[in-house]
């Protein structure tokens, strides 16, 4: 297999034996496509790129790179804004292996060989990769396949690579739409592992929903830094998609300034949310409710508590509706039904044969692990809460959020998410 690890600082030689020049790069275009086409190579002589040969001109990269023209017969070629420089851009920097879901270093790139084309077939993101440019691949090859370890191959296919150029905005948003396709927490996971460069650059392009639910999924800390380095509007916008819960959690830990200040930006009736919640103690169950949940007035049957859940603003924005929430026209919690009994009920049936009447609630005070205690007690996914004095449902609690108080949030993050 050719590697362009082999092809850096090699002599061309045109179609007589001559010299032309040594590699210094290699060029190649529609590199969004499974196995971009290599369009031409850069030669050096001295420290600066003298020239270009175009790809229809090479006769063999290997073993030795040989031209099919004599020297005085190159035709000139001018490299093009849409090519991508193989070694200077590419090799040793960071990409995101599609399949694998992960940030990757680039030690060598992979050619090979279609028909009368060259193309980039993959990357080695292995050890073995960093062994061959060091020249110590066969040596240590030999030794591992003497001790029964042979070296395991490192590539991964072009088709699932992602590469991230901060600087190369075109590029970036090819990339983006790879990456948007991964699940939140994998975006996540790669947002994280980024060097910090490429992961605001990245951040920037993503769009609002898909940046706030990878957001939701990241650390704290990953959280804030992506977060200051937006500008104030979209990071406005960015809260207003994040569930209010998460929103306020993240708001507490920005400077007070820049808090009030995106606050002033969300629309009214998101920031009123987030309000609401970080009155209360970042510890409570009012502090880590969350205002989005599904309810119904009290009375209706079964097929008209559907028909007015999918006219409901409020249920189209919970995630998590394991439950409906039955309220009176104070908002005064009256009862709960599982979604499941609501679907398989009659449509005309009444819904007093399926709600619980004194579900298990909690005040806006009630500490988190006691939240904690009553979702495990109780095998809930989720708890309401409701004001002490009035009975009005607040919000309510998700599995998820009640035990980060006993499950460090690095190990939350990787629970599956059930809502």
Not at 58 to 68: A, D, E, G
Not at 74 to 103: F, N
Not at 146 to 162: E, K, N, Q, T
Not at 319 to 341: C, F, H, I, P, T
């Amino acid at each position: 297999m050719l590697y362009a690890s082999r092809l850096q600082r090699q002599q061309v030689w045109d179609a007589w034996g001559h010299p032309v020049g040594r590699c210094a790069d290699i060029l190649v275009r529609d590199f969004e496509q499974p196995y971009p086409s290599l369009s031409a190579l850069a030669l050096r002589n001295g420290d600066a790129v003298q020239r270009f040969i175009a790809a229809e001109q090479i006769s063999s990269l290997f073993p030795s790179i040989t031209l099919k023209v004599p020297k005085s017969e190159v035709k000139p070629y001018e490299a093009h804004s849409d090519e991508i420089w193989l070694l200077d851009r590419v090799l040793d920097r960071q990409i995101v292996d599609t399949e694998g879901r992960r940030v990757v270093r680039v030690n060598d790139l992979q050619l090979a060989r279609v028909g009368d084309q060259y193309c980039l077939s993959g990357v080695d993101v292995g050890s073995r990769g960093l062994l061959r440019r060091l020249g110590l691949e066969s040596a240590v090859q030999a030794i591992a396949s003497m001790l029964g370890r042979p070296l395991s191959s490192g590539i991964i296919p072009w088709a699932d690579v992602a590469p991230l150029h901060q600087e190369d905005p075109i590029r970036l948003r090819v990339s983006r739409d790879k990456i948007t396709r991964l699940h939140p927490a994998d975006i996540a996971a790669i947002l994280n592992d980024l060097d910090r460069p490429t992961g605001k650059a990245l951040a920037r392009t993503l769009n609002n929903e898909t940046l706030a639910d990878a957001l939701e999924e990241s650390p704290l800390g990953v959280q804030v830094t992506v977060l200051s380095h937006l500008a104030p509007e979209r990071a406005a916008d960015i809260l207003e998609e994040m569930g209010p819960d998460e929103a306020a959690d993240l708001l507490t830990d920005l400077p007070a300034q820049t808090s009030a200040q995106l606050l002033g930006l969300m629309e009214d009736e998101d920031a009123a949310d987030v309000r609401n919640l970080l009155y209360y103690p970042e510890d409570s169950a009012g502090g880590i409710m969350t205002t989005e949940f599904a309810c119904v007035p009290d009375g209706l049957r079964a097929g008209e508590a559907l028909e007015h859940l999918r006219r409901s603003p409020d249920a189209q924005d919970d995630e998590a509706m394991y439950y409906v929430y039955l309220v009176d026209e104070m908002r005064k919690l009256s009862g709960v039904v599982s979604l499941r009994n609501l679907v398989m009920a009659p449509s005309d049936a009444s819904l007093d044969k399926w709600v619980e009447r004194e579900p298990v609630t909690v005040d806006p005070h009630t500490s988190q692990e006691e939240v904690a205690y009553l979702v495990a007690k109780y095998d809930l996914l989720s708890v309401p809460v409701v004001d002490e004095g009035s009975g009005e449902l607040l919000g309510v609690v998700t599995v998820d959020d009640a035990i980060d108080a006993v499950l460090p949030t690095a190990w939350k993050k990787r629970l599956p998410r059930f809502f």
